[in-house]
Nanobody, 125 residues
């Protein structure tokens, strides 16, 4: 059974930072690319960032470039999303998803194989 579990969400003031974690089990972690997606109320789910099976294969949405950093540790079966300089527009449920391919940059939400249940990030003063 594949499990993808996100953690690290919470309430933070504008300009603050959060680090999201994604722990995956029940799959061959090294063979999967991982993406962080988010969905705000009334909006479609959008891909925020992607990391391929090679650490160098990272992509970011324009809205988070320079503020968010994605990373992975294959020994720990974990992916992280470091979020800095957070803005109210970053408020959303953040989801971690996996796809068995070397990259997820060409995949939308419908193309991912496994999903976590999400963690809520609220940016507000």
């Amino acid at each position: 059974q594949v499990l993808v579990v996100e953690s690290g969400g919470g309430l933070v003031e504008p300009g603050g930072s959060l680090r999201l974690s994604c722990a995956a089990s029940g799959l061959s972690f090294d063979y999967y690319a991982f993406g962080w997606f988010r969905q705000a109320p009334g909006k479609e789910r959008e891909r925020v960032s992607c990391i391929g099976t090679n650490d160098g294969l990272t992509t970011y949405a324009d809205s988070v470039k320079g503020r968010f950093t994605i990373s992975r540790d294959n020994a720990k079966n974990t992916v992280w999303l470091q979020m800095n300089s957070l803005k109210p527009d970053d408020t959303a449920v953040y989801y971690c998803a996996a796809v068995r391919y070397y990259t997820c940059s060409g995949y939308g939400a419908g193309g991912m194989d496994y999903w976590g249940e999400g963690t809520l990030v609220t940016v507000s003063s």
